[in-house]
Structures are given as structure tokens and as C-alpha cells.
């Protein structure tokens, strides 16, 4: 797959009135390829605005390089604005302007021709639930419509990389949901993401990989499973029996199975372990218990949960 963001060695550094420098990102490193959804991850303040930022050439980096699609975001950056769309946190809209003249505006900018720009318009303005809606100021939409406004117009020119910055915020469920449908169809056309969020269950659900920074450095990457792994251990299952087997439950952990299996508690009806390999242990142990004519009332996973991964990295590292 082609890589669609570089980061090298990417760093900013802020001065103001003559104090120390601020270091907001540092020597950051970071491959996306093609048709990739990322979610950029961190407390406020960590880094996440000033790294796309530097992505997407609004602000010059202090230190490494970037390139978008091979582009370098300084010496060529009008090339990356016209391959991105950037939804901020904060977008600011024309509130005076209709909805469809305002988007009208920015695809005559992105040098939409008018039929194409009319047609997208109809398009994103009916996927999103605001078409009826289009022909009134945006001064009379409500908070959650005006998001949807901002994440049309940074989709308007199907651009190859969107940038995302909370965008469900604001949003009620439903909008929520269409927000996250059209994120996986643009994973599906290979376009790539690259989605800021606190939403953990958003970030979970549509990203492919998660990257976590925290004080300017990037402090994890991988997908969530990976780092669930990584960060908090094994999964842990908890396997419940009617009644007890009059066996020892070491009885069964025999034969290969001791190295791949951690014991951290057990009775008579209940064993609870891990393994870092559960699709090859627990098929091997339920065998042999069903053959030793055992009465499994459940076989069930501890959830661990990509809160549990944020919290422990924000905090302890």
C-alpha cells in the first residue's frame, strides 16, 4: 500500500516573548498508507491540533519533514491543501450564508467545476440529513448541523487524506452514526483518515490503528487489540462449571498447555487465567473437560477495554 503520511523526525516548538522554547510535538515518526483509518489519540494539550497542523501546511514544523501522497507539506504545500480536507475542532462558518451557497463557495475554491460541485453538494447534503435544510442560513442551524456543514465542506472535493478533528462532536446518535458510516465507506473508496477523537468507542469501532501522544511524543501505536495486549496483559477467561469435577484443574493444564496458560485463580466450579494464545488454549482445555464429562455453565472473557489502555498510558508513563 502507498504511504499517504510520512512523518519524520517531525517536531514543533513554540517561543513567545523571548522564554524558553515550548516543544508541543517531538520527533514524531509515523507511516499511513492508503485507505487507512487512524485515530490520533491524547489528552488536551498532548500534541494532536499542532501535528495536523503541520500536515496539513498550515503551520511550518521547527524540525523533520512530512510529506502527503509524497508531497512535502513546506516547499509544496499548496499541492498537500488541495489533497486534504481538514475538519477543525472549532470550524467557523459564514453564519449570514445559506448552507448550499456557503458549500457552493468552498467547492468553487477547491476549482470544482459548477455542475460538479451542485451534484456533490446534493450528494453529501442527502447523506447527512440536512438537503431540506440547505436553503437556510446557516445562522438558524443548530450546533450539531453546523458540524455536519464543516465535515461537508472538508469532503466536498473527495479529497485523498481527510483530517478529522472530533468530528461527532455535538452530534446526536443518529448523526453520530452517519458520521461514522461515512468514515468506513471512505475507508472502503481508499481514501485515508486521520481521526482526532476522545471518543474511545468511535476510535475503536472505525480505526484500523491507534496512535496515542502524549507531551509532544508518541507514546503507542498499533491496533487495539495490540495494545490492550501490550499495556494491560493476556485476556483473562473465566471458565464456570455446575459442579465440581473431582479432578484437579492442574489435571487438565498438562500436555502443552502449562506454558500457554497463567492460573491467577481457581475453586472447585471455577478456573480464571490467561493466555496470550486463546484460540489455540481454550478449544484444547474445553475439549478435555468436556471428556472428562464436565458441566460448563460459561466460558467467558474479562472485557478490557481501550479506556483501560488510554488511562494507564496518560497516567503512569
Given at each position: 500500500?502507498e504511504?499517504l503520511?510520512?512523518?519524520?523526525?517531525?517536531t514543533k516548538?513554540?517561543i513567545?516573548?523571548g522564554?524558553?522554547?515550548?516543544?508541543a510535538v517531538s520527533?514524531l515518526?509515523?507511516?499511513?498508507?492508503?485507505?487507512e483509518?487512524?485515530?490520533?489519540l491524547g489528552?488536551n494539550g498532548?500534541?494532536?491540533?499542532?501535528?495536523?497542523?503541520?500536515?496539513?501546511s498550515i503551520?511550518?514544523?521547527t524540525?523533520?519533514r512530512?510529506?502527503?501522497?509524497?508531497h512535502?507539506?513546506v516547499t509544496?504545500?499548496r499541492r498537500?491543501?488541495?489533497?486534504v480536507g481538514?475538519?477543525t475542532?472549532?470550524p467557523?462558518?459564514y453564519?449570514?450564508m445559506?448552507?448550499r451557497?456557503?458549500?457552493d463557495?468552498?467547492?468553487?475554491?477547491?476549482?470544482?467545476?459548477?455542475?460538479?460541485r451542485?451534484?456533490r453538494i446534493?450528494e453529501?447534503?442527502?447523506?447527512?440529513?440536512?438537503?431540506d435544510?440547505?436553503?437556510r442560513r446557516?445562522?438558524?442551524?443548530?450546533?450539531?448541523?453546523?458540524q455536519?456543514?464543516a465535515?461537508?465542506?472538508?469532503?466536498?472535493?473527495?479529497?485523498?487524506i481527510?483530517?478529522?478533528?472530533?468530528?461527532?462532536?455535538?452530534?446526536?446518535p443518529?448523526?453520530?452514526?452517519?458520521v461514522?458510516d461515512?468514515?468506513?465507506q471512505?475507508?472502503g473508496?481508499?481514501?485515508?483518515?486521520f481521526?482526532?477523537?476522545?471518543?474511545l468507542?468511535?476510535a475503536?469501532?472505525?480505526?484500523?490503528?491507534l496512535?496515542?501522544?502524549?507531551?509532544g511524543?508518541?507514546?503507542a501505536?498499533g491496533?487495539?487489540?495490540e495494545?490492550?495486549?501490550?499495556?494491560?496483559?493476556?485476556?483473562r477467561?473465566?471458565?464456570?462449571?455446575a459442579?465440581p469435577?473431582?479432578?484437579?484443574?492442574?489435571?487438565f493444564t498438562q500436555?502443552g498447555?502449562?506454558?500457554?496458560?497463567?492460573?491467577?485463580?481457581?475453586?472447585?466450579t471455577?478456573?480464571?487465567?490467561?493466555?496470550?494464545e486463546p484460540?489455540?488454549?481454550?478449544?484444547?482445555?474445553?475439549?478435555?473437560?468436556?471428556?472428562?464429562?464436565?458441566?460448563?455453565?460459561?466460558?467467558?472473557?474479562?472485557?478490557?477495554?481501550?479506556?483501560?489502555?488510554?488511562?494507564?498510558?496518560v497516567?503512569e508513563?
Amino acid at each position: 500500500m502507498e504511504v499517504l503520511i510520512h512523518a519524520e523526525n517531525l517536531t514543533k516548538q513554540f517561543i513567545a516573548n523571548g522564554t524558553q522554547p515550548h516543544t508541543a510535538v517531538s520527533n514524531l515518526n509515523l507511516d499511513v498508507p492508503q485507505g487507512e483509518v487512524l485515530a490520533f489519540l491524547g489528552p488536551n494539550g498532548a500534541g494532536k491540533t499542532t501535528t495536523v497542523r503541520m500536515l496539513t501546511s498550515i503551520l511550518k514544523p521547527t524540525g523533520g519533514r512530512a510529506t502527503i501522497a509524497g508531497h512535502d507539506v513546506v516547499t509544496e504545500a499548496r499541492r498537500v491543501r488541495a489533497l486534504v480536507g481538514h475538519l477543525t475542532e472549532f470550524p467557523g462558518l459564514y453564519l449570514r450564508m445559506q448552507a448550499r451557497e456557503y458549500l457552493d463557495f468552498y467547492g468553487e475554491l477547491y476549482g470544482m467545476s459548477r455542475a460538479a460541485r451542485h451534484a456533490r453538494i446534493d450528494e453529501l447534503t442527502q447523506q447527512f440529513g440536512i438537503a431540506d435544510a440547505a436553503n437556510r442560513r446557516l445562522s438558524e442551524f443548530s450546533k450539531g448541523m453546523r458540524q455536519k456543514v464543516a465535515l461537508i465542506r472538508s469532503m466536498l472535493h473527495s479529497p485523498r487524506i481527510l483530517f478529522l478533528d472530533e468530528p461527532t462532536s455535538a452530534m446526536d446518535p443518529h448523526s453520530a452514526k452517519q458520521v461514522r458510516d461515512a468514515v468506513a465507506q471512505l475507508r472502503g473508496q481508499g481514501h485515508t483518515v486521520f481521526l482526532c477523537t476522545h471518543n474511545l468507542y468511535e476510535a475503536e469501532s472505525l480505526a484500523d490503528r491507534l496512535a496515542m501522544i502524549r507531551k509532544g511524543n508518541l507514546i503507542a501505536l498499533g491496533t487495539a487489540q495490540e495494545l490492550k495486549t501490550k499495556f494491560l496483559g493476556a485476556p483473562r477467561i473465566e471458565i464456570q462449571l455446575a459442579k465440581p469435577l473431582g479432578q484437579p484443574w492442574s489435571a487438565f493444564t498438562q500436555n502443552g498447555l502449562r506454558e500457554k496458560i497463567r492460573v491467577e485463580e481457581f475453586s472447585e466450579t471455577l478456573l480464571r487465567y490467561r493466555t496470550a494464545e486463546p484460540n489455540v488454549t481454550n478449544p484444547h482445555l474445553l475439549k478435555k473437560l468436556n471428556e472428562a464429562g464436565a458441566e460448563i455453565v460459561t466460558v467467558s472473557e474479562t472485557p478490557q477495554s481501550l479506556e483501560q489502555v488510554y488511562l494507564k498510558l496518560v497516567e503512569e508513563l
